[in-house]
């Protein structure tokens, strides 16, 4: 099946500094998420972005599908922003499950 | 808040028990998914269900099963429970089979 590579794996940011988080994937897919996992453990959807390039607000996020990555870009961090980022792909579109990467911890520090 | 609700929140139970996990999926949504976020495994789909029937298996024990009602909702049973089971079980949804999921706040099992 595809495989969900992330990276970095660990991220740390001084308040108002920007990052670029990187997803990596195996196949062709026809789903891609990208998450925010916050200290209470709640995934919060941040892009459905399979293809192209989306923006909202101080997150923005490209799919490159030809060449199998995603990155998802941080500005001007807060540190609201801490957690874990999870990038998460599915191909088969008779069943749409998805395969998460291992994350990138966040840590915003003031 | 993402429209998908999850009961109970918090769980917690001894080993050798069952317990039910119930979803309820956003307004309109067909297909329903459970996913499990345990420290040595990460995030794995177990099981989706599209309209009533089952679409497809992951990583599923057989200890487990999963059941989606006529008014969508799904549920989640865990049966002879062991301490490796304790994890943090999201409920997800779609409105279709190729559509972007929303998950619920999940349910934090403990077995102890």
């Known amino acids: 099946g595809i495989q969900v590579e992330q990276s970095p794996p660990d991220l740390i940011l001084q308040e108002g500094a920007n990052s670029t988080l990187r997803c990596n994937f195996s196949d062709s897919v026809n789903n891609l998420q990208w998450f925010h996992q916050n200290p209470w453990g709640q995934l919060i959807n941040l892009f459905y972005?399979?293809?192209g390039t989306k923006q909202n607000g101080r997150l923005s996020a490209t799919t490159v599908a030809t060449e199998r990555y995603s990155l998802l870009y941080i500005s001007s961090s807060q540190t609201t922003d801490s957690g874990v980022y999870f990038c998460?792909?599915?191909?088969?579109?008779?069943?749409?499950?998805?395969?998460f990467g291992t994350g990138t911890l966040l840590a915003v520090q003031p | 808040d993402s429209g998908v609700t999850q009961t109970p929140k918090h769980l917690i139970t001894a080993t050798g028990q069952r317990v039910t996990l119930r979803c309820s999926p956003r307004?309109?949504?067909?297909?329903v998914y459970w996913y499990q976020q345990s420290l040595d495994q990460g995030l794995q789909f177990l099981i989706q269900?599209?309209?009533?029937?089952?679409?497809a298996k992951g990583n599923i024990l057989e200890r487990f099963s999963a059941q989606q009602f006529p008014d969508l909702h799904s549920e989640l049973n865990l049966s002879s429970l062991e301490l490796g089971d304790s994890a943090l079980y999201f409920c997800?949804?779609?409105?279709?089979?190729?559509?972007?999921?929303?998950f619920g706040p999940g349910t934090r099992l403990t077995v102890l």
């Open positions: 972005i399979p293809s």
């Open positions: 997800a949804s779609s409105q279709g089979l190729v559509n972007e999921q929303f």
């Open positions: 307004s309109g949504d067909l297909s």
């Open positions: 269900y599209y309209n009533g029937e089952e679409r």
């Open positions: 998460a792909a599915g191909r088969d579109g008779a069943t749409n499950k998805l395969i």
